[in-house]
C-alpha cells in the first residue's frame, strides 16, 4: 500500500524557519515527481514546490521563491521541504503528494497531477 | 484569487447529474490537455479522480468523467450519491508564475 507520511509541521514565529519532511512507503520512491501542496483552513488547494525523479530539477510557485527549498534523498525514500522568512501567509496544512513517473522528461510540465496525498502536517505562523 | 475559475457550490438530488465547471485561459486550461479533478471530503486529503482531462485512475467510479472546450473543463458526476458530497477543486498546468495552478474549489451537495 502507498503510504506517505509527513511531519514536521508546528508553530513559528514570523520570520523564523520550519523544515517538513515526507516519508514515503509502497512503491519506488526515486520512479516519481513529488511534490508539496498547501492548504489554509479553510480554503483552497495551492502547490507549492515539486522536484523531479532523481532531484535533478525543482520548481516552486513565485510566492515561496527564494525562501522554500524542496529536496529529496532517494535513499531514505523521502522528500523535504526548508522554509525560511515564514509569514502569517504560509500558515496551512502542508501535504506530501506524489507525482507522475517519467525519468525522461524534463521540465515543469513533466508533473501536473498527484495520485497519492498524505495526511497533511500543519505549519502556523504567529506571534 | 484563484487562478481557475470553479462555482462555489453545485447541489443535486441522488440519481441526477451534475456538472462543475473549471475556467482558466489561454495559458493553462485552453493550451494543454493537462486537467486534473480532485476530491476532498472534510479533514480528509485530496483525491485525484481525473487526469490529462479524461482519464481516470484505477478504481475511480465511471460515475465521474471530464471534459475540456476552449478555456474551460468540466467534471459530470452521473448518478449521484450521498458519498459524492464533498469539495471538488481542478486543476491545470501553466506557464505563468507556477506549475500547476488549481480552482477556488466546489463543494457539492447532495440534497
Known amino acids: 500500500e502507498v503510504q506517505l507520511v509527513e511531519s514536521g509541521g508546528g508553530l513559528v514565529q514570523p520570520g523564523g524557519s520550519l523544515r517538513l519532511s515526507c516519508v514515503g512507503s509502497?512503491?519506488?520512491?526515486?520512479?516519481?515527481?513529488m511534490s508539496w501542496v498547501r492548504q489554509a483552513s479553510g480554503k483552497g488547494l495551492e502547490w507549492v514546490a515539486n522536484v523531479k525523479e532523481d532531484g535533478s530539477e525543482k520548481y516552486y510557485v513565485e510566492s515561496v521563491k527564494g525562501r522554500f527549498t524542496i529536496s529529496r534523498d532517494n535513499a531514505k525514500n523521502s522528500m523535504y521541504l526548508q522554509m525560511n522568512s515564514l509569514t502569517a501567509g504560509d500558515t496551512a496544512v502542508y501535504y506530501c503528494?506524489?507525482?507522475?513517473?517519467?525519468?525522461?522528461?524534463?521540465?515543469?510540465?513533466?508533473?501536473?497531477?498527484?495520485?497519492?496525498w498524505g495526511q497533511g502536517t500543519r505549519v502556523t505562523v504567529s506571534s | 484569487q484563484s487562478a481557475l475559475t470553479q462555482p462555489a457550490s453545485v447541489s443535486g438530488s441522488p440519481g441526477q447529474s451534475i456538472t462543475i465547471s473549471c475556467t482558466g485561459t489561454?495559458?493553462?486550461?485552453?493550451?494543454?490537455?493537462?486537467v486534473s479533478w480532485y476530491q476532498q471530503h472534510p479533514d480528509k486529503a485530496p483525491k485525484l479522480l481525473i487526469f490529462?482531462?479524461?482519464i481516470r485512475p484505477s478504481g475511480v467510479p465511471d460515475r465521474f468523467s471530464g471534459s475540456k472546450s476552449g478555456n474551460t473543463a468540466s467534471l459530470t458526476i452521473s448518478g449521484l450519491q450521498a458519498e459524492d458530497e464533498a469539495n471538488y477543486y481542478c486543476?491545470?498546468?501553466?506557464?505563468?508564475?507556477?506549475?500547476?495552478?488549481f480552482g477556488g474549489g466546489t463543494k457539492v451537495t447532495v440534497l
Open positions: 489561454s495559458s493553462d486550461v485552453g493550451a494543454y490537455s493537462l
Open positions: 509502497g512503491f519506488t520512491f526515486s520512479s516519481h515527481w
Open positions: 503528494a506524489r507525482g507522475q513517473s517519467r525519468p525522461s522528461c524534463s521540465g515543469g510540465i513533466c508533473n501536473n497531477w498527484f495520485d497519492r
Open positions: 486543476s491545470s498546468y501553466t506557464t505563468v508564475n507556477t506549475v500547476v495552478v
Open positions: 490529462d482531462v479524461t
